[in-house]
């Protein structure tokens, strides 16, 4: 069994710095992409960014430059180094994995089948 555990969230100003992390346990090899999304409240899950297993990330164009995805594979963690925030970033912020991923940047919610419990990123103006 998957399992997916976030943690990092909480409350900054704007321009200011997050850093997300995600622990994955499960897993009996490395060869599986991840990603994090988040949401708002009635909305649906919006791709953030994406790496797989070879350290290849795509960004929403909401968030390149600002965002940074990075994994460590011997340690089965995932990272989200999070620059410059705005108001408009604040979600509940998901992470993600699977192994057969069919979108070309890896930013389909509808790819993944493993997800974790969530952590609020909260920005203020």
């Known amino acids: 069994q998957v399992t997916l555990v976030e943690s990092g969230g909480g409350s900054v100003q704007e321009g200011g710095s997050l850093k997300l992390s995600c622990v994955a346990s499960?897993?009996?090899?490395?060869?599986?992409?991840m990603a994090w999304f988040r949401q708002d409240p009635g909305k649906k899950h919006q791709g953030v960014a994406s790496?797989?297993?070879?350290?290849?990330?795509d960004y929403a164009d909401s968030v390149k430059g600002r965002f940074t995805i990075s994994r460590d594979n011997a340690k089965n963690s995932l990272t989200l180094q999070m620059n410059s925030l705005k108001p408009e970033d604040t979600a509940m912020y998901y992470c993600a994995a699977d192994r057969a991923i069919y979108s070309d940047d890896g930013l389909d919610a509808d790819d993944y089948d493993h997800w974790g419990q969530g952590t609020q990123v909260t920005v203020s103006s």
């Open positions: 499960g897993f009996t090899d490395n060869n599986y992409v």
């Open positions: 790496i797989d297993q070879w350290g290849r990330a």
